[in-house]
């Protein structure tokens, strides 16, 4: 089993601001790591696929990094509609997702 | 478009069951892996099942395995999760998702599943 470890929780921050969110991984997946946002509401969106891959009509400034059990999503300038939460996944083994962070309004 | 159409939710008493559907449409759904996945109010993702595009591999959760049965029927381009002795902490919004290679691309909007006396 792998258990993926979502960091921070919670944070905090200003539109404008760039967000580095963090998913730690038990053991390794490679470069096997998605990112999903989620707003109230809403299912999941798929952001980044294989640690890196920007998926279809996701902007730019979303990007995404790491391999083995660091991985990183940054957000370059948070814009008003990027305050969400965001999810990561592997695809190695199951269960597959992280427990969230949230990005809220500063 | 890619669209994934959950029904079937609603409020059930503990011990009981519903069926849980997913209608596709927009691109061939014989040839894809198919999941579902829920969100209890509050809390983040839990994926439930997993079935591939010919319905020979199927796995589950630990938490439902033995009361949950996922199955598709690609003539009609659907796919089921039948939910037996339900328990209040199944209580959920149920997505059906369409996984490419390891990863859920499309989602549907969900629907609610509320086991309650």
């Known amino acids: 089993e792998v258990v993926l470890t979502q960091s921070p929780a919670i944070l905090s921050l200003s539109p404008g601001d760039r967000a580095t969110l963090s998913c730690r991984a038990s053991q390794s997946v490679r470069g096997y790591l998605a990112w999903y946002q989620q707003k109230p509401g809403q299912a999941p969106r798929l952001l980044i696929y294989?640690?890196?891959n920007r998926a279809t009509g996701i902007p730019a400034r979303f990007s995404g990094s790491g391999s083995e059990t660091d991985f990183t999503l940054t957000i370059s300038r948070l814009e008003p509609e990027d305050f969400a939460v965001y999810y990561c996944?592997?695809?190695?083994?199951?269960?597959?997702f992280g427990g969230g962070t949230k990005v809220e309004i500063k | 478009d890619v669209q994934l159409v959950e029904s079937g939710g609603g409020l059930v008493q503990p011990g009981g069951s519903l069926r849980l559907s997913c209608a596709a449409s927009?691109?061939?759904?014989?040839?894809?892996?198919m999941n579902w996945v829920r969100q209890a109010p509050g809390k983040g993702l839990e994926w439930v099942s997993y079935i591939n595009s010919d319905g020979t591999y199927i796995y589950y959760a630990d938490s439902v395995k033995g009361r949950f049965t996922i199955s598709r029927d690609d003539a009609k381009n659907s796919l089921y999760l039948q939910l037996n002795s339900l328990r209040a902490e199944d209580t959920a919004v149920y997505y059906c998702?369409?996984?490419?290679?390891?990863?859920?691309?499309?989602w549907g909007r969900g629907t609610l599943v509320t086991v309650s006396s």
């Open positions: 998702a369409r996984e490419d290679l390891g990863y859920f691309h499309h």
């Open positions: 294989d640690a890196s």
């Open positions: 996944q592997q695809r190695s083994n199951w269960p597959p």
């Open positions: 927009g691109f061939t759904f014989s040839s894809y892996e």
